[in-house]
């Protein structure tokens, strides 16, 4: 049965998800969004089983089609949504009882593969405890300049590490094109 790895069947999972708070609400509403984007381009065929797919494939396809209206940051990050969404169904079809997300391994991570002070650092407050605050690594090294902390809402500071003292405004709105990616509609 073909149907239980269904495009339909993916965004049914992360509907799950989200409402068993599996993943965070955001999270799991940013994937849906961009597997509804992306993977609406497949036909009824190549929708049924999603699992299947050749993603870099489908992700040309998707930029020859809807190209103009992304930015290439943004096209990563669709790709990096979907096949987050893509890894975790399969998980979820191959052992329901044993799934995890990936994204809570991620989450929880201190340290990085890349050197730290060559890329800036997003760090939300508000919600988390003191002490996941304090374990924040903190960015050494010629390109950290300070932590800008940027006030959302009355619960929530987002601290932005890393920005290198010369930021240009190219690279300030590459940036913020990243960051309006992540939002979800009001």
Do not use: C, W
């Not at 390109?143 to 190219?170: C, H, Y």
């Amino acid at each position: 049965m073909s149907d239980k790895k269904s495009r339909e069947a993916l965004i049914e999972f992360l509907e799950y998800v989200e409402q068993k708070g599996l993943m965070a609400q955001a999270t799991a509403r940013a994937r849906k969004a961009a597997v509804g984007k992306v993977l609406g381009i497949l036909d009824d065929n190549e929708a049924q089983d999603v699992t299947s797919i050749d993603l870099d494939a489908v992700m040309t396809r998707f930029g020859h089609l809807q190209g103009k209206a992304y930015t290439p940051q943004s096209l990563i990050t669709y790709k990096s949504r979907v096949k987050a969404a893509l890894d975790d169904f399969a998980s979820y079809i191959e052992n329901p009882l044993a799934f995890k997300p990936s994204l809570q391994a991620r989450e929880r991570k201190t340290g990085s593969s890349k050197p730290a002070s060559s890329t800036p650092k997003v760090v939300a407050e508000g919600m988390a405890s003191e002490s996941s605050r304090q374990s924040a690594p903190a960015v050494a090294g010629p390109m950290s300049s300070s932590i800008l902390p940027i006030p959302i809402r009355a619960d929530l500071t987002v601290r932005i590490q890393g920005l290198p003292f010369d930021l240009t405004e190219a690279e300030a709105k590459k940036i913020a094109s990243v960051i309006q990616a992540m939002a979800t509609p009001a």
